[in-house]
DNA sequence: CCAAAAGTGTTTGCTCTACACCCATGG
DNA sequence: CCATGGGTGTAGAGCAAACACTTTTGG
């Protein structure tokens, strides 16, 4: 292993960009930076990828180091390499995107070391560190595209749910109303999640509930859902 | 500026699948490699990112070293970074993907530095180094993916063209008869190509050609073209 | 029995697909 | 006039969009 002679390297990092559905709003975890620079502002989690480290294990150890969640869905974003994105030189990040389901055991505002992670509503975001504004405008924009043709919205639900839920995590985060009717017959006739035998009560008439098949994970289908 | 003291750094390359096509195949390029480890092998151009360099211009710069092309369009793919990729150590890689019209002035098999670099029809393809194989079918794939949702399929072709010749490129990438009259109906109310004034002569009736309009190039509607 | 949420079909318009013939030029 | 590739329209099928009432439970 050769290091630090040839060239000078540049630094690499993983950004992770976490969301989830909490109080019908689409939120995003942040952290408040207490070192320069913009110490105070905030930013997305993220850090150092180590040595002998493969990038989504950094990603996943950085969202867990925040959250304490161990499992979630995570898929590389993009790599921003601007020389000029990092006040203390070249740093290139590997950006993530998260989605941790709406009960996840997040210890967002916890513990010691994560007491600076929160989770703040993506419609109504401060001034972001960095360029993570960038970042955090694009994961926003591939999470709205992948739900329309793949069907990732259910990695933001308990694993089981019912499909009024699932119906208000698409609505969330597409941002419009969408009819029940169609919506249902759609996600079902998609193939990708199934009816259990049970039900869940609540205000009114109880409503079966679904989990999703695992063998559909795999072959998400390129297909558009919603046009 | 604070280099190589607290962590060891990975290096970090990019690297270029480039494309495009001739004698109604989908062509890559590909370099042989001099030096171990996978000396004699093929493998996708590529080098280390400058220390002030942007990624993108690290990956334009090698396309432009192998083939001499300065011009062409350039989307970065996704970061491989897997610790054993590379034998010599932790190599972080950048991969772009890059298309190239048909007469593009390459001169692959040319020059003195750029002697190495040929083009290998992507259907029939030596092993090649590192994980460049995986590299390289994702890239098809994303290729096959972009062009039947948007239409990158002109960067492949010289300013101007006709349908017949456009055709011709979706069909090598997808690699299926398209429907003539299908093809152009779509393709003209996709509003990314305009008919120029002008006529090219072959061996029958003159046909007439197009060019993509400037403004479409920026606003690639997201719309499905070839289900 | 009333409030609250779940569940369920049909009609209409549009888009995709399949398909076959005439046109303009060069030799 | 013949060979070569360029250019054009339509009918049928499948999919998406709009739309309102009945059902089940808890209080």
Redesign the pocket.
């Known amino acids: 292993m050769t290091y630090c002679y040839e060239y000078p390297r540049p630094a690499v990092t993983v950004d992770v960009v976490a969301f989830t559905v909490q109080q019908k709003r689409l939120q995003v975890l942040l952290v408040k930076r207490r070192k320069p620079p913009f110490a105070g502002a905030w930013a997305l989690p993220g850090g150092f990828v180590g040595i002998d480290e493969p990038l989504e294990a950094a990603a996943s150890r950085e969202l867990a180091e925040e959250t304490g969640v161990k499992e979630a869905y995570l898929e590389q974003l993009y790599t921003y390499g601007d020389p000029q994105r990092d006040p203390r030189g070249r740093v290139i990040s590997v950006a993530y995107f998260a989605l941790l389901p709406a009960d996840a055991p997040v210890r967002a505002s916890g513990g010691d070391d994560a007491a600076r992670a929160q989770w703040l509503p993506a419609d109504h975001l401060p001034p972001l560190a960095f360029d993570h504004a960038d970042i955090l405008a694009y994961a926003i924009r591939r999470l709205r595209y992948k739900l329309e043709y793949s069907a990732v919205g259910f990695q933001l639900l308990p694993a089981t749910f019912?499909?009024?839920e699932l119906q208000q995590v698409y609505e969330v985060i597409l941002g419009e109303k969408l009819?029940?009717?169609?919506f249902?017959r759609?996600i079902l006739r998609a193939g990708i999640i199934e009816p259990t035998p049970h039900h869940r009560?609540?205000?009114?008439?109880?409503?079966?509930l679904y989990r999703y098949k695992a063998d559909a994970v795999a072959e998400v289908k390129a297909r558009r859902l919603f046009?």
């Open positions: 019912t499909l009024s009819d029940k009717r169609n249902r759609r009560g609540g205000g009114g008439r109880p409503a079966r046009p």
